[in-house]
């Protein structure tokens, strides 16, 4: 004779299992991933600084150059200076993205 549904509120015992299978699966697959540690997290953030301060510091270099050396009614060091930070910005939005991206689709490492 067939179980009747549970009136309780408690899940499903497929989905309570998928659910466990899932956990399972998580923890496995963590284990074999290098663990993250405090500096690989200081080493991203420091990237990301410098995938900003380097273009900008090159545009804004340009620029002083190009000022000296052409100069004109309008400042090609603000100009560069904020292209080279406009590109840094987008470069570092790239590798958070990628990298939050990574860490979604592998799971979290957080999981009980």
């Known amino acids: 004779m067939p179980r009747p549904p549970p009136t309780d509120g408690a899940p499903d015992q497929a989905q309570f299992k998928k659910q466990i299978d899932a956990s399972v699966a998580r923890k496995l697959a963590a284990q074999h991933r290098p663990a993250?540690?405090?500096w690989s997290g200081l080493g991203m953030m420091g990237l990301v600084g410098w995938s900003?301060?380097?273009p900008t510091l090159l545009g804004?270099?340009?620029g002083v150059w190009l000022d000296r050396h052409h100069p004109g009614s309008h400042s090609w060091t603000i100009a560069l200076l904020i292209g080279g930070l406009a590109?840094?910005?987008w470069n570092a939005?790239?590798?958070?993205t990628r990298e939050s991206r990574d860490?979604?689709?592998h799971g979290g490492a957080g999981d009980d």
């Open 36 to 38: 993250r540690i405090i």
């Open 93 to 96: 939005w790239h590798w958070v």
């Open 103 to 105: 860490i979604h689709q």
């Open 60 to 62: 804004a270099a340009l």
């Open 87 to 89: 590109l840094g910005c």
């Open 52 to 54: 900003v301060t380097v």
